[in-house]
T-cell receptor, first 114, second 117 residues
């Protein structure tokens, strides 16, 4: 089946620290991979995506590389800011299926202190 | 419109009452999804509409939940005889999926926070 596992939170960092949030997946087909972000009191926003192996998605200083050999899509940022405090969700869509639903990880709460 | 909109933003109801939640997808998007976000369960898929095809209802938690999509656009999620465990944020998303120029990216609305007393 399809599933996403991401690291448990919460993650607490100081401003300008390096961030990694691990995400691994299981998919029956060939998935597209996503990171969504939810800022306090707001809805889900697409942060970045990748659709094939070795693709790198990037946005707002965040990056994630689609690693088929390790079935991973880890989120990284070199220098976090207080404004990055949010909940981050890793997700996949199985493009081999006609059903386009997202499979989400449990979410990782990130808090960045000044 | 510019994005996915949902109404109401907040709904407080009494146990046993019926509620209707509305979603307006991005204009031209062919696919519409409902998800539920709760503290204990994370993000759960509920139902998926794609064009004129029969919806995928596999995520609906009980027969008290139903949804329809009229004219291929607006969708209404109905919960009958609400229970306290139905309290959650209900999220709607849409995408242009399944045809030329399609993308599997889903765009989410702000959600409806449902509280069942």
């Amino acid at each position: 089946g399809n599933s996403v596992t991401q690291m448990e939170g919460p993650v607490t960092l100081s401003e300008e620290a390096f961030l990694t949030i691990n995400c691994t997946y299981t998919a029956t087909g060939y998935p597209s991979l996503f990171w969504y972000v939810q800022y306090p009191g707001e809805g889900l926003q697409l942060l970045l995506k990748a659709t094939k192996a070795d693709d790198k998605g990037s946005n707002k200083g965040f990056e994630a590389t689609y690693r088929k050999e390790t079935t991973s899509f880890h989120l990284e940022k070199g220098s976090v800011q207080v404004s990055d405090s949010a909940v981050y969700f890793c997700a996949l869509i199985d493009r081999g299926s006609t059903l386009g639903r997202l499979y989400f990880g449990r979410g990782t709460q990130l808090t960045v202190w000044p | 419109g510019a994005g996915v909109s949902q109404s109401p933003s907040n709904k407080v109801t009494e146990k046993g009452k019926d509620v209707e939640l509305r979603c307006d997808p991005i204009s031209g998007h062919t696919a519409l999804y409902w998800y539920r976000q709760s503290l204990g369960q994370g993000l759960e898929f509920l139902i998926y509409f794609q064009g004129n095809s029969a919806p995928d209802k596999s995520g609906l938690p009980s027969d008290r939940f139903s949804a329809e999509r009229t004219g291929g656009s607006v969708s209404t999620l109905t919960i009958q005889r609400t229970q306290q465990e139905d309290s959650a944020v209900y999220l709607c998303a849409s995408s242009f999926f399944g045809g030329a120029g399609s993308s599997d990216t889903q765009y989410f609305g702000p959600g409806t926070r449902l509280t069942v007393l």
